[in-house]
Structure formats: C-alpha cells, structure tokens
C-alpha cells in the first residue's frame, strides 16, 4: 500500500473515532451479534459478510463475535422482516444489497421503511459484469447480441433475485436492444455462477467477486462491465457506455443496523466498520474483487439511501414491476 493511502486511511480512522469515541465508550455488546446477510450463501453479500466477520475475530475488534447467518427468502424479504422486528436491535446488524431498496417498493405490505434502520456503514460499491459460458462461442458484447437476439426467449439470465440487480440489468438489455432473455432468479449469486459454469443457464451479470473462481478456470468470460470507467481486474473487458449506451449501475455493500437501534450502540458498530474497513485484509478484498467507493455512515449514508431508493423507484415503475 502506498504512503498517501496509508495516511488516505489513517486520517480516516483518526477523524471517525474523534467524531464517535464518546459514544462508542457508552456501549460494549453484552452477547454474541446477530449478523444478518440479505443473500444467500456463496454470493457476494455472503462473501463480504464472512471475511468482515474473520476480519473482526484475527483482529480482536469486537468484545462479542459476531455470527453470520443467510436469510435469502423473498428477495431479501425475510432478512428485512427479520431485522425490522429484531427484539434486541442493539445487538442485530445486517449485510445489505439493493434489494435493501427494490425489496420493500415491491412488497409494501412488508411496511418496511428503510429510513428507520440504522446507517451504519456502506464499505463499498460492487460492479457488474456480464458473463458467458466458454463453450457459447461468443467473445464479444456485439457477438453476444446477435446471438441473444437470434435465440429469443430461447437465451436464458440466471440472476439473484426478482425485480432486483441482476433483473433490473437483464431488463435494461432486452428494451434497449430489443432482446427477449428469459431471467430465471436464484436466491444468491453463488448458486448463479455455478449453473453458469456448468452450462444450465447462458449468460449471467454477477458481480466480479462471484464469478471469479470460474474465470481463473476458464469457464466463464465476460464480455461487458455495467461501470463509468474499465475495470482495472479486466482492463480488456469494454464498458456499456463504449457500446454507445450511458449506463452504469452499482450495488451497495452496507452494514445495516435494526430500527431502535441506540445512538451508542450505532457509534460502536459505525466505528467497529470503519477499522474493518480500514485493515489491510479488506483493502486488498476492495482491490482485488473490483469494488469501489470510499466508506460511508450516518447522516451521508441516510442521504444515499434516500437517493438511491428513490432511483430504484423511478427503475421499478419504468420496467413495470411497480404501478
């Protein structure tokens, strides 16, 4: 790590725990955390979810473990019904995606409102990739639109989730080039990059993270990334918008905390996340599975949620999955 981002990094940590400390020496968790994932297991979310848990034992950061556990029902409906109602929010705390925002727009008889939870911390952005099987024969974006068109419907998306990332992409790629890809949901992106691998499905968007296994085997090839700007894991990998669409999209990677949460309870945890974001072990997962962003919390990240959610609204109701 270079010297300016270790300082990058250090200054961070500093200004964070002046900001917090007060709060923080107010509140000590008494038991063992529940640690919610919104995804199922092998994904992304669940793979962040278990290093930021090792992370946080190797390290000695947290008086109590904290203990994984996969609620991926409903498109993370379960997850959240589960932190909405948690009878101890000072000691639940949630990994979440964007379904943390399509989720409650297409469920509302959920009466989740995600401005109640508590902003602990987003530490990171995830991008998307768009994938095939090697044994496809397509090797370019352009080469994978003529055979997706040619196929119709016959051409099938395996992705995570209903009306959520990887269906909010898919239905971007059928209306804007005119394509008729089935999507077949799942319930975590692990369970998508292995049907992939093994040819049960023909494309998919997972995140690098997901994917990657595959790629190294050779397996899989991607072929488009849905970001601003190449990614530096794939410098020979075309943008969208190099295919003449302006079209980007990211997921959030937050800590989420439950509603009631107490403000010295959301100071320990906000500060527990920023050291974890700040260890060299999560500095080198962000570079080496192609995340972005810097981390986030309190009122900044309330103010992304709301904007984001709002975004996702706007995208939902345009697909129609939402009047």
Request: hydrophobic letters at 40%; charged letters at 20%.
């Amino acid at each position: 790590m270079s010297f300016a981002r270790k300082l990058t990094f250090g200054i961070v940590a500093l200004l964070t725990s002046l900001a917090i400390g007060t709060a923080h020496a107010d509140f000590e968790p008494t038991k063992p955390i529940d640690f919610v994932i919104m995804a199922g297991k092998g994904g992304g979310a669940d793979k962040m979810a278990r290093l930021m848990q090792s992370i946080v034992e190797k390290e000695g950061l947290a008086s109590r473990p904290l203990v994984p556990v996969n609620k991926s029902g409903g498109s993370g409906a379960e997850a959240l019904v589960a932190l909405n109602s948690a009878t101890d929010p000072d000691h639940t705390i949630m990994v979440t995606l964007n379904s943390f925002f399509t989720t409650p727009l297409r469920q509302p008889g959920l009466g989740i409102d995600i401005m109640t939870f508590a902003p602990i911390g987003r530490m990171a952005e995830d991008t998307f990739v768009l994938w095939v099987h090697k044994n496809e024969g397509v090797n370019s974006f352009e080469e994978f639109l003529a055979e997706a068109k040619a196929r119709g419907s016959g051409w099938v998306m395996g992705g995570t989730g209903s009306a959520q990332e990887d269906q909010i992409i898919t239905d971007f790629l059928n209306d804007t080039f005119d394509l008729e890809i089935k999507y077949i949901p799942y319930k975590g992106g692990g369970a998508v990059a292995k049907d992939l691998a093994g040819e049960q499905i023909d494309s998919s968007v997972n995140n690098p993270s997901e994917a990657l296994g595959f790629y190294e085997s050779g397996d899989v090839i991607p072929l488009v990334a849905f970001t601003s700007e190449r990614l530096p894991m794939f410098p020979d990998v075309p943008t969208l918008a190099e295919a003449g669409e302006d079209f980007a999209y990211y997921m959030q990677r937050a800590v989420v905390g439950a509603p009631g949460m107490t403000d010295e309870a959301l100071a320990y945890y906000t500060n527990l996340f920023a050291e974890v974001y700040n260890s060299e072990e999560w500095q080198k997962y962000k570079s080496d599975k192609s995340l972005l962003g810097e981390y986030t919390s309190g009122d900044d990240l309330a103010d992304y949620w709301q904007t984001q959610r709002d975004r996702h609204e706007t995208i939902l109701k345009a697909s129609g999955a939402i009047n």
